[in-house]
């Protein structure tokens, strides 16, 4: 594998990964929510991740592993790897507790309010706030790691397919930076750090990309691709799932959340079509 490929992929993760800051920034000089576009814009990176996972990925992982154990064989492989990258990404999911999951959104608006309106009893303890702000940088974290690989072996095999998946969770990245400003904003009531915490948090895409980098490319090989894409699959689709579309709808109306899924696949097809 060319080192050009690989420092495309990489930059790829990157990107999506600190797009969390954008999220941050907006936190940090924006006065209002405009929940109409972040529910579009959630809807529209859903979209991508799913149709992306179910036409195009799992597609490439079943080839792959066709080509090694045969046609039943593979079939078996790629939907069990794709089913354990949803429990994968389930498990840290659930190991992280809902107060200090990044995934539970929040509008500019509550930053705004600051520690004055927060109970009295949370308000003597600074020490809890604090450790509060810390695990939701940690969480963000977390989550990001898989995504950075998802992100990096996608452009690895496929880099106009990498491009894609990296601005779909640059997408997503950008109200998890929000969220995650506001909790560290009330530990800390400065909202410089909050917004250099929860920036730094998505350098874990990047983290995850070079691990996965170095753990698995010395062993890489088409059994090995098809089970990691098929997984990468599963993870997306749960992202999607679990996240995206109930954040979609949280921030918007129903159907601005839906028509953002439509326009996403549309996109995600028609530029996979250009490809061919």
């Keep these: 594998m060319d080192t050009q490929t690989v420092l495309f992929a990489f930059g790829l993760t990157v990107f999506a990964g600190l797009s969390t800051g954008i999220g941050s920034?907006?936190?940090?000089?924006?006065?209002r929510t405009n929940t109409k576009f972040l529910s579009l814009a959630l809807g529209f990176?859903?979209?991508?991740m799913i149709y992306v996972s179910f036409v195009e990925i799992l597609v490439k992982a079943k080839d792959a592993?066709?080509?090694?154990?045969?046609?039943?064989t593979a079939s078996w492989v790629t939907v069990l790897s794709f089913f354990g990258g949803i429990a994968f990404i389930a498990i840290i999911d659930?190991?992280?507790?809902?107060?200090?999951?990044?995934?539970e959104m929040h509008s500019i608006e509550e930053m705004d309010q600051g520690k004055e309106n927060l109970p009295k009893d949370e308000m003597h303890d600074f020490d809890k706030l604090r450790r509060t702000g810390m695990f939701a940088a940690i969480a963000i974290a977390i989550h990001n790691f898989p995504e950075g690989l998802a992100t990096f072996?996608?452009?690895?095999?496929?880099?106009?397919?990498?491009m894609a998946i990296a601005v779909a969770i640059a997408i997503h990245n950008i109200p998890e930076g929000i969220a995650v400003s506001i909790p560290l904003y009330y530990a800390t009531g400065d909202r410089k750090k909050?917004?250099?915490?929860?920036?730094?948090?998505?350098?874990?895409?990047?983290?995850?990309?070079l691990i996965g980098y170095l753990v698995l490319m010395p062993f890489f090989s088409p059994t090995l691709f098809g089970v990691l894409f098929a997984g990468v699959a599963g993870i997306m689709v749960f992202i999607s799932f679990d996240e995206l579309l109930p954040a979609a709808e949280e921030f918007g109306e129903h159907h601005l959340s839906v028509y953002g899924l439509i326009a996403g696949m549309a996109v995600m097809a028609l530029s996979l079509l250009m490809f061919l």
């Design 94 to 103: 659930k190991f992280v507790p809902s107060y200090e999951n990044p995934h």
């Design 194 to 209: 909050a917004f250099l915490y929860s920036f730094l948090s998505g350098l874990s895409e990047p983290v995850g990309a």
């Design 65 to 72: 592993l066709t080509t090694e154990l045969g046609g039943v």
């Design 153 to 162: 072996t996608a452009a690895l095999t496929d880099p106009a397919l990498g």
């Design 25 to 31: 920034a907006i936190a940090f000089f924006a006065r």
């Design 45 to 48: 990176s859903a979209g991508v």
